[in-house]
């Protein structure tokens, strides 16, 4: 099949408003009075973000879902998205079937449609490229630079899970039972950003940023750019039973460094409350501390990086 | 250098409204009041749509340059990109900062900006996926679907061109003086989108698209999406020097499936005057038909597959 038939078979399905049942040569998006349009992309590829062996309906999931991320950090509602497929010809129409309807899957969940894209074919390794878009209010994006000396830093689920996940696969550990491994497992499959706090963030942060590079080195980000200190109360930070299994005394250090959460770390008034764990506060200064049993902790090249 | 010290050192210098710098998750595109925003994505691949060894300037500008036809072709005037890049591991500062200079000098000559992107590595070929970001009157994008019966079927720039560029890469011919050889080469590597006439093809097109397939095969998407068929007259189309003493005989029956043009194909009322050339006319009916001295011609398999 060539790439027309794999996009009238595959894709022309999942198209929806604007999109022209993928038949044009661009997608249209009208204007929304009062409404800016919030664009992020992110790539993930075989062996760096997934594995070749990952059902593709996970592999369709995970690329969306890293998205939806950063859309849901900006406090943007999700609308639509782009997709560029770079496939390698040992690609299957069964592979294809359920890496669309892992798209489709999400789509309902999200309330999202598929605008456009490219597919083509490649002697390296399967590259999926997303472009989402979401809408905010007018002036209402939530940026990185907006921590303000005073703020409590809070972040959304669990740290390290996918981290977790992924050092399973590279077998680190075989002792896990079961369920722990297939939580954490799932995790690294299938990232759960919190799409739906979107509006409750836009509400009350004064910065934020997507957990995608590590904890502590995002945190860094929102440091960076708001030019005052983050400090993280290493008790705080919510880890689920299933990685305190896997790591123990290890599990605090490796999760904050571990990245690919797909969670929502954000700054706003302390005391808050929601579906939202205080971990630490925003000081005077530069840069991300770490505190354990009331101690600085250091944590060495915190974050994924790619080179 | 890792992918924060590349975006920041090549990248963050393009970064125009709504990128933040590219230190932000997403960037922001504030609603136009009666503007449509369109939007487009092509990925160009190592090996297949440029050449390791062709100057990272000119990829650069490809890479552009092929997504600026697709606005160019829906009328809409182009306002900014994404980036996503894939490096393979052997990538030079060199290399980059050549890459950066291309997209500069573009930027400048089509008045675009970098509104944000991604950088990863990959063990496989060089692969660039640019989404462009336009704007259109509101209602005035122009679809490949409303073809008339009774227009005439124009073109802009000559047809070919590239394909010859290619089949000198390929080394099928080594006769052609240096002029002659380079001319063809050059718009293999840098397309020549008519970027300006986005206006005048709104005033007059009823129906368009940018011919990257081929020229036949693009204006089957035409007669397809518009019901209607499509006959182009050989002796019309417009055909270089270059591409004539490259081809010889068979210069138009290879043109016109050689692809990689980056020109636009419309139809609009017949006997029209401007930069593009009348080819053809739109009857009732279905397909394309080629008609060379009076004869209707096959065109086998036209158009570029990536499968």
Redesign the interface.
């Given at each position: 099949?060539?790439?027309?038939g794999?996009i009238a078979t595959y894709f022309a399905p999942l198209a929806g408003d604007g999109a022209?049942g993928l038949?044009?040569?661009?997608?249209?998006?009208?204007?929304?009075?009062?409404?800016?349009?919030?664009?992020?992309?992110?790539?993930i590829?075989e062996?760096?973000d997934f594995f070749a062996f990952d059902p593709s309906a996970d592999i369709a999931r995970k690329a969306l879902r890293v998205n939806l991320s950063?859309?849901a950090?900006?406090g943007?509602a999700p609308a639509h998205y782009?997709l560029?497929l770079?496939l390698p010809?040992t690609i299957t129409p069964d592979w294809l079937a359920g890496f669309a309807a892992g798209l489709a899957q999400d789509q309902q969940e999200f309330g999202i449609s598929l605008?456009?894209?490219?597919?083509?074919?490649?002697?390296?390794?399967l590259?999926i490229?997303v472009?989402a878009f979401g809408f905010v209010p007018?002036g209402k994006?939530v940026?990185?630079?907006g921590a303000r000396i005073g703020d409590a830093v809070y972040v959304t689920g669990t740290i390290g899970d996918s981290g977790g996940g992924l050092a399973i696969f590279k077998r680190e550990k075989h002792t896990l039972n079961d369920a722990d491994r297939n939580a954490l497992i799932a995790r690294y499959r299938v990232p759960q950003p919190p799409v739906g706090f979107a509006e409750g963030l836009r509400a009350i942060a004064h910065a934020s940023?997507?957990v995608s590079d590590g904890l502590i080195a995002d945190l860094g980000?929102v440091a960076?750019?708001s030019g005052v200190r983050l400090v993280v109360e290493g008790e705080r930070v919510p880890l689920s039973q299933p990685l305190r299994t896997l790591w123990g005394d290890h599990a605090l250090s490796r999760a904050v460094a571990a990245g690919d959460d797909y969670q929502i770390a954000f700054t706003a008034p302390p005391g808050l409350e929601g579906p939202f764990t205080q971990i630490g506060r925003v000081e005077a200064g530069e840069g991300v501390g770490l505190i354990v049993d009331g101690k600085a902790v250091n944590v060495a090249r915190p974050g994924y990086?790619?080179?």
């Amino acid at each position: 099949m060539d790439e027309f038939g794999i996009i009238a078979t595959y894709f022309a399905p999942l198209a929806g408003d604007g999109a022209f049942g993928l038949k044009d040569d661009a997608a249209l998006l009208p204007a929304r009075p009062g409404q800016d349009l919030v664009i992020t992309t992110d790539t993930i590829t075989e062996g760096v973000d997934f594995f070749a062996f990952d059902p593709s309906a996970d592999i369709a999931r995970k690329a969306l879902r890293v998205n939806l991320s950063d859309l849901a950090a900006k406090g943007a509602a999700p609308a639509h998205y782009l997709l560029n497929l770079s496939l390698p010809h040992t690609i299957t129409p069964d592979w294809l079937a359920g890496f669309a309807a892992g798209l489709a899957q999400d789509q309902q969940e999200f309330g999202i449609s598929l605008l456009g894209g490219d597919t083509g074919a490649t002697d390296g390794p399967l590259t999926i490229a997303v472009t989402a878009f979401g809408f905010v209010p007018q002036g209402k994006m939530v940026r990185r630079n907006g921590a303000r000396i005073g703020d409590a830093v809070y972040v959304t689920g669990t740290i390290g899970d996918s981290g977790g996940g992924l050092a399973i696969f590279k077998r680190e550990k075989h002792t896990l039972n079961d369920a722990d491994r297939n939580a954490l497992i799932a995790r690294y499959r299938v990232p759960q950003p919190p799409v739906g706090f979107a509006e409750g963030l836009r509400a009350i942060a004064h910065a934020s940023v997507d957990v995608s590079d590590g904890l502590i080195a995002d945190l860094g980000h929102v440091a960076s750019a708001s030019g005052v200190r983050l400090v993280v109360e290493g008790e705080r930070v919510p880890l689920s039973q299933p990685l305190r299994t896997l790591w123990g005394d290890h599990a605090l250090s490796r999760a904050v460094a571990a990245g690919d959460d797909y969670q929502i770390a954000f700054t706003a008034p302390p005391g808050l409350e929601g579906p939202f764990t205080q971990i630490g506060r925003v000081e005077a200064g530069e840069g991300v501390g770490l505190i354990v049993d009331g101690k600085a902790v250091n944590v060495a090249r915190p974050g994924y990086r790619h080179f």
